[in-house]
């Protein structure tokens, strides 16, 4: 199956799994989306993820996470920049998120993080989504 946005499908998949109240979830694998689960997991969103090599590229299994068994973790998803319409962000401009609850994950020049850690290096870049 071909995929246009791969990180909004990363993100479709995962908020599809916590409706559905699974345990995990198994995405194809690519290292931009690697970068984004290993932000989620450094947040405390998700419990863990593995990569599990099938001869071609690959597939990501999250483990997501639940608070006390029933809550998901995550509350909301949601893909900012998108193929037809990119948008970045100076580091003056990051955006804050549910006045700091929730985190905006960056596409940078020195990698993919979240606004905090993009203001602590003063580097802005292209905002892939909001999460909280």
Request: with cysteine.
């Amino acid at each position: 199956m071909q995929v246009t946005d791969s990180i909004a499908d990363l993100l479709t998949r995962m908020r599809n799994a916590y409706r559905a109240k699974h345990l995990s979830v198994e995405i194809p694998a690519s290292k931009m989306k690697r970068e984004v689960i290993r932000v989620l997991l450094e947040e405390g969103y998700i419990n863990r993820y593995v990569f599990l090599g099938d001869g071609k590229q690959g597939i990501i299994k999250i483990f997501l996470k639940y608070i006390n068994g029933k809550i998901p973790a995550l509350k909301s998803l949601k893909r900012v920049s998108k193929p037809g319409l990119r948008i970045y962000s100076k580091v003056k401009n990051l955006p804050v998120v549910m006045n700091g609850l929730g985190i905006s994950i960056l596409s940078t020049p020195r990698g993919v993080m979240t606004s905090r850690r993009a203001k602590e290096y003063c580097v802005g870049g292209e905002v892939l989504a909001y999460v909280w």
